[in-house]
């Protein structure tokens, strides 16, 4: 008898965990989480995470939050062997409560991180309470082709199906989420990877409201995941800092390297041991600029003179 109750015992056990792996396995589309998704056509899967709640992302805020915990590059660089440039990333969301419909979108913000306050880019297209449904529809209808089922908040998956390109990111398909809502939500990265992505959301009978924008950067072997709510102080009337530099010669050419700041301009001055009384106003310049973008950027300058003395203005 004791023989049969620890056998029972163990049944109990063996399936309360199997149920339990079950549920955390398929979890299912949450209302109103933003889910960002990468996707590239020659990868053999999507990556998938689940960034949680507007609020947890940084929306409503007053500075920006960095997300880089949710982002795993090691995930990352498995899916996209190639690395960043040709991956198209979005984020998107909806509520697909009768009578209560939205969606979250983002679209590509022009000219780089600029004004948190100002949109980069515009959404401007129409959208009914059926639009408003159907795009929600269109994200929460990832859950049915992904592998295990959606990510929990703070969580991501790689979805072998690729349902990320397939529900939401497929141009011209009407039952996805640009087919439903008109919002292409997707940038892809180029040759800097690093992508700017403004956040709207609509509701229905309600326009489109911007709330700021993100950003990733995997230009380095230290990515950079941020929200910038639009409520953050605005950066363009502040100087910007002017950077430390780093100066290697060879042979003639002197390089001088320093870590931009996204979209300030940087231009080259100098002059040599004689002119340093001279005010910095009346050094010379190279010709040509530098626009930057969170990235190590430098510049070149041929010269015999050794002892030549630089200094990078930014504005």
Known sequence: MTKLNKLAKVSLLTTAFSASVFQVAQAGFTTNDLYLGFTQSTAQSDYI??????????????SAVDLGKDFSLATFNSVFTG?????????????????????????????????????????????????MSGGAAAVASILSSTVNGLPTAGNSVVDST????????????????IGKTGVTPSGTFGSSAILYLDLYHAAVSAPYT????????????????????????????????????SIARTSNVNTISFV???????????????????????????PGTITGDGTTKSFTDTTTDAGRVYRVGAH
Do not use: C
Not at 116 to 123: E, F
Not at 217 to 225: H, N, V
Not at 260 to 286: D, M, R
């Open 83 to 131: 690395g960043a440039s040709g991956v198209s990333m979005a984020v998107v969301g909806g509520n697909t409560a009768f009578g209560q419909f939205g969606v979250y979108a983002t679209q590509v913000r022009i000219g780089g991180a600029g004004n948190p306050a100002v949109a980069g880019s515009n959404i401007v297209v129409g959208h009914s309470s059926t639009a």
């Open 49 to 62: 995470i689940d960034l949680g709640k507007p609020s947890a992302v940084g929306v409503g805020s007053s």
């Open 260 to 286: 931009t700041s996204n979209a300030v301009t940087y231009k080259l001055f100098f002059t040599n041991s004689s002119g340093l009384t001279a005010p910095v106003t009346n050094w010379p310049s190279l």
């Open 162 to 177: 690729k349902s990320y390109t397939t529900v939401v990111n497929t141009t011209g398909v009407q039952n996805n989420f």
């Open 210 to 245: 911007y709330l700021g924008y993100f950003t990733m950067d995997l230009s380095t072997s230290t990515p950079k995941f941020t929200f910038m709510p639009s409520a953050a102080p605005g950066t363009t009337n502040t100087p910007p800092p002017s950077p430390a530099l």
